[in-house]
Structures are given as structure tokens and as C-alpha cells.
């Protein structure tokens, strides 16, 4: 603990005898001795280092401006003087004693803390406290983790669930029941009413008469539900769910006879289902699914598979469970039969069946589906979901890293049905190259005879490419930009406008009738050639200026001017990148079949040109820089 000395009184008396202190502020000053350990409200913690009598000031040591001067006046104004066993004066005289306290007895140092601060302390203003100075950040994290367990049990601490918001000792214990009820008590949203009734079912033991205590909680619930239901209608949603659970925890609770029910909101909000159910926390989407039945009676089969067909996998999961459970499995596999067909199946349900393919015990139940199809299907869902910022990559990941699923879908198929999914993946944009590569070579080790599907295309221009690599594709920056401004349009409108267009289209059902489905599909296949094109492009290229070119011979960023020898016409041709090509300007590319017969040449000499009307010989008359207009 810090000590400090007193300010002799004869200094003190002087100057207030010179007229240099009031005697208000002499008396204030008496308690700032050197050594006081204090606080001001913009520089924070700090400690008296001396008193400057000469220049009317005292001398403080902050932590953040140590040796600060402030005058006699303003100092007995501004400054808080702290008790020598302030929690601030001990962690500067001793922050090592301090942490050994709160180790050992957590409960008592919180309290002592939160009295230095007249029993209102934020969680935030806590945590500056001791970090760093008791605490490393890390070591803090996992001592205030248990702090925080043994305050709630011990009743006097009110803890909030904001760190900004006051921590409170409370002189009377309260028992964690009356916490939770007092919570309840104190909610003015929905949300926060469900918070503190889940608090009560977690701790539902320490309620010593449940129906007496907590029955007026369950009015005030349906009451709450019955008022917002309109605004906030998964909350409330919600809050009837854990009211139901509630009621089954103990026996004695009885929900209101007029009261609202999860399958009277269910059938109120029937069209709006999926997305409602979708809104609700995990844990009670499965007791909500469940009053499916009583909500819509034999049509609750058809209101489960729409959530199969159109849920999140959380709810797909949950959605399919309950039909298995209640018999109406091969209604379940025949509808997801005919998405897949229609290839209107989503990711999340894919997910589900291919994730339940591997943990089934009875893999034989999901024979029936296991198809080439199923690729293709998951192809369609990954390109509907490739440009939505939400989208989930459970399916896409699953597809690269679980080894045997694609086996399980085409080996020992129909090869007409593979080779389509096969070609379907050579042209999808969802994958990265690498990515793809490897789904493929799965496809050619069940089928080695599909190996030409891969290769067919490459075959031909296969030299041209190698040397493209090796060389680069000389180009101009201005060409260059166009292609990237292409690609980017192409990637972030063209190809999202279309698989919306797929998307809606495959909405309208019947697929094998569908004129705007395939119209849309054959523009996908357009759209991912056009991109290959033009990422292969952008790869290989070289940008350039064309500034400095070799002009003692034809080469890329030259103007040469030939003489046709037969009619003795001059003509002046400017060779540039690859896509630079603009005739009415006499500018040729240097891939052009003219540019390749006169590169290497120098001044003077004769090149025989091929033409379509036959050959011709001309002269090179002179080579210079190209000068840009």
C-alpha cells in the first residue's frame, strides 16, 4: 500500500498570507500530500510527486503524463483524492498482491472493487481496471469466466448481459430464482422475456414452488405473445415454445384455455412458413415441426417437404427427420426424386442426403437415389447459389472432401447419364481449376473411356497453348484493360443475371418443356466458355507500352513501310500486341500472318508475303517507333 506525506502547514499558511491561495483552497490542499494517490477525469490515475510553492502548483505523476504541473486552484477542483486502500492506489503499490486477492477469494475482491466505486461498476470499466496491470489480457479472460459463475450463484451481484451496462452489489442476497423472475419482471422485449424464461428452465431446481412462483410468469407470457405476434412473430413464436416446455417441466403449470398455440401460429403464418421457421433458434425448431400435424392435419406431410425443398439444412434436417420418424420416408424419397430430376433440389437438401448417405447404418434406403443425376443436380444448386452473399459451401465443400461420394454416384451408371454430369462439371464456373481437375480424374478412374472428354477439346491448339505459356501474349495496357473491364462485367452481371434466369425458370416445373430453362442453360454454357476464354487470356498476358522497340529490324511497336514491287505502292503497317488490331488505322497484330512474314527483317531487304490473290514481293522502305496519335 502507498504511502504519503502531509504539506507542512507554515508552506500552506504562507501562501495564503502572500495572497497566492484562498483559505477554501488551502484547506482542500492540505489532503493532496505528496504521495496521494488520485484521479482526474481526462488523464486518469495518478500520484502526487511534489508541491511547487514558487510557481503556485502541484507536480502529478499520471500514469498516461507523468511530471504534469496544475496549479493549487485547479488541482483542489479537479482532482478526486483516493483511500490509501483504494483498489487504483494498491495495483500501483503492490499490482502482484493484488492479483494474489483476486485469486484467492474472486467473490470478495469484485465486491471490494465494485465499494470503491459506490457499487456500480461496468463490466468494461472493470476489465480497464485489471488489464494490464493486475492481468494479462488472456489470464483475465479466464479468471473473470469463473469470477463471473461464482458472483451469480453468491445472489448479491446483479450482473447484466451488457458490458456497458452496471454491474450492482446488492446489500441483500437474492436467490437465483428471484433473479430469474426479477429479470423476467424487468424484460420490455420479447426477446429478452425468452432469455430470462430459459434462464428458469435451466435453473428450474432452485425454484422451491414452481406453480406458485412461476404460473404468473406464464400468463404474462401468453399475454406478451398475444400483443406482438403481429410484429415479432417468430419471437413470439418462440416464447410459446419455451412455455410449452415450461408447462411439461412441471406438472403444476397450466397454459391459459384461450391462450395462443404453436399450431394456431403456424397455420396463421402458413404462407410464410419457411421463412418463419427459419427465424427461430435452433433449439426449438424441432418442438415447432413437430405441432406440424396438428396445425394442418393430413396435409402435414406436404408442409414438411416444402421445408425440405426450399429450408435451410438445419431445417431440411429437421423437416426429414420428422417424416422418417412418422412412416412417410418414401414420400420423402419420391419427392426428392422428382427435384433432383427437375434439378430444382437445393443445396441444403443435397447436403442433407448426401451427408445421411454417409451416416445411415442402412445405406441400401438411399440406393434408389445415388445417381449421376444427383451431380448434375448438385451443379445446378452450387450455380444458383454461386453469386448469393449468404450462400452456405456445405455442399461444395463436401463435394471436394468427402472421397466417396462421387464414386457412390456414378460408378456402375449408365455411361450416357456420366458422360452428361461429366460435361456439366467441364463447364460449371463454381470450382477453382484445381478443384475441378480432381472431381474429373474421379470420373476417369471409373471411366477411363470419358479421359477424350477432357482432352478432345485440348488437342489441336495443345502446342500453341504450350508455347503461349512460355512466351506470354504481348498486348497493350489499353487492350489488356478491356479484357479485364469484359471479364469483370461478365463475372459480376452477365453470369448472376443468368442464374437468376436459371433459378426462376426451373421454378416453372417440367424441365423436359421448358423452353426458357434451356434457353438459359445453353447461355450458362456460352457465359463459362467465354470465361475460360478470357481467364486463360488475362493469364498468359504480357501489357506493354511499346516504348524502346527494336528498330534496327521488324519487331512488336514498330511502323514499317513496304513497296510492293510489281505496282511500286507504298503502304505503312503498325504492329502491335495480339489484340490491337484496328485496320482502318493500319495497325495489325503481331500474330497477324503479314506481321509474322515481316518480323526479324531489316531495311532494304525483300519478303515474299502469301496473300489470298497469290504471292507478293515488297521492299521494307523503313522501320521506326510506333508514335501513338
Known amino acids: 500500500m502507498l504511502t504519503h506525506s502531509m504539506i507542512p502547514e507554515t508552506e500552506i499558511q504562507m501562501a495564503v498570507e502572500a495572497g497566492k491561495i484562498s483559505e477554501a483552497t488551502a484547506t482542500l490542499l492540505a489532503n493532496l500530500g505528496e504521495g496521494t494517490c488520485i484521479v482526474h477525469k481526462s488523464w486518469g490515475f495518478g500520484r502526487i510527486a511534489k508541491h511547487d510553492f514558487l510557481l503556485n502548483q502541484v507536480v502529478i505523476d499520471f500514469t498516461t503524463k507523468p511530471g504534469h504541473g496544475m496549479q493549487f486552484q485547479y488541482a483542489v477542483e479537479s482532482l478526486k483524492v483516493l483511500a490509501p486502500d483504494h483498489v487504483l492506489a494498491r495495483i500501483a503499490g503492490n499490482p502482484a498482491a493484488v492479483r494474489a486477492e483476486a485469486q484467492a477469494d474472486s467473490v470478495k475482491f469484485a465486491g471490494s472493487v465494485l465499494s470503491d466505486y459506490g457499487n456500480r461498476l461496468s463490466q468494461d470499466e472493470f476489465t480497464k481496471i485489471l488489464v494490464p496491470a493486475v492481468f494479462k489480457e488472456a489470464d483475465f479472460k479466464k479468471w473473470w469466466d469463473e469470477t463471473k459463475k461464482q458472483l451469480k450463484k453468491n445472489g448479491h451481484f446483479s450482473l447484466p448481459t451488457k458490458k456497458t451496462e452496471p454491474m450492482v452489489f446488492r446489500s441483500e442476497a437474492v436467490s437465483r430464482a428471484d433473479q430469474h423472475l426479477l429479470a423476467f419482471q424487468q424484460a420490455r422485449q420479447v426477446k429478452d422475456q425468452i432469455a430470462a424464461v430459459d434462464k428458469i428452465l435451466r435453473d428450474i431446481e432452485e425454484f422451491s414452488n414452481p406453480a406458485a412462483q412461476i404460473q404468473p410468469i406464464i400468463h404474462e407470457m401468453e399475454e406478451s405473445a398475444r400483443r406482438n405476434l403481429k410484429l415479432r412473430t417468430a ?36 404462407r410464410n412458413l419457411t421463412t418463419l421457421l427459419e427465424e427461430i433458434p435452433a433449439a426449438k425448431v424441432k418442438r415447432a415441426l413437430s405441432s406440424l400435424q396438428d396445425a394442418f392435419g393430413e396435409d402435414w406431410s406436404n408442409r414438411a417437404l416444402t421445408l425440405v425443398a426450399r429450408g435451410s439444412t438445419r431445417l431440411v434436417t429437421e423437416a ?78 463436401l463435394l471436394i472432401n468427402d472421397k466417396e461420394l462421387l464414386p457412390d454416384l456414378i460408378v456402375d451408371k449408365e455411361i450416357e447419364e456420366v458422360r452428361e454430369a461429366m460435361r456439366k462439371l467441364l463447364l460449371t464456373p463454381v470450382f477453382e481449376d484445381l478443384n475441378k481437375r480432381s472431381l474429373l480424374m474421379s470420373f476417369v478412374r471409373a471411366y477411363p473411356e470419358l479421359v477424350a472428354l477432357i482432352s478432345g477439346d485440348r488437342s489441336e491448339s495443345g502446342s500453341s497453348e504450350k508455347e503461349e505459356k512460355a512466351e506470354g501474349l504481348v498486348v497493350s495496357w489499353e487492350s489488356l484493360q478491356k479484357k479485364q473491364a469484359e471479364y469483370e462485367d461478365l463475372v459480376n452481371k452477365k453470369i448472376p443475371e443468368n442464374s437468376r434466369d436459371i433459378q426462376e425458370a426451373a421454378s416453372h416445373g417440367d424441365l423436359k418443356e421448358n423452353a426458357e430453362f434451356k434457353a438459359a442453360k445453353e447461355m450458362q454454357r456460352m457465359l463459362g466458355r467465354r470465361r475460360a476464354d478470357l481467364e486463360h487470356d488475362i493469364r498468359v498476358a504480357r501489357g506493354t507500352d511499346f516504348a524502346n522497340p527494336d528498330t534496327a529490324q521488324v519487331s512488336i511497336g514498330t511502323s514499317v513501310t513496304i513497296r510492293d514491287d510489281a505496282t511500286q505502292k507504298d503502304e505503312a503497317y503498325h504492329i502491335l500486341g495480339a489484340w490491337d488490331t484496328e485496320l482502318e488505322k493500319n495497325i495489325i497484330s503481331y500474330k497477324a500472318a503479314l506481321a509474322q512474314s515481316l518480323i526479324g527483317h531489316h531495311k532494304g531487304e525483300k519478303v515474299n508475303l502469301s496473300t489470298e490473290s497469290g504471292d507478293r514481293l515488297v521492299e521494307i522502305i523503313s522501320i521506326g517507333a510506333w508514335l501513338k496519335n
Not at 247 to 265: F, H, M, N, S, W
Not at 366 to 376: I, K, T
Open 320 to 397: 426429414a427427420r420428422l417424416l422418417q420418424e412418422r412412416g412417410r420416408t418414401p414420400e420423402l424419397f419420391a419427392a426428392l426424386d422428382r427435384s433432383i430430376r427437375n434439378h430444382s433440389i437445393s443445396s441444403a437438401a443435397l447436403t442433407w442426403l448426401c451427408d445421411k448417405r454417409e451416416r445411415s447404418r442402412d445405406k441400401s434406403e438411399f440406393r434408389s437415389l445415388l445417381h449421376p443425376r444427383v451431380m448434375s443436380a448438385m451443379l445446378s444448386a452450387l450455380e444458383r447459389d454461386q453469386f448469393n452473399e449468404n450462400r452456405d459451401r456445405k455442399l461444395h465443400d
Open 235 to 270: 419471437e413470439c413464436l418462440t416464447l410459446i415454445a419455451v412455455r410449452d416446455e415450461l408447462v411439461e417441466r412441471c406438472k403444476d403449470l397450466q397454459a391459459g384455455a384461450e391462450a395462443l398455440t404453436l399450431p394456431a401460429i403456424l397455420l396463421e403464418e402458413q
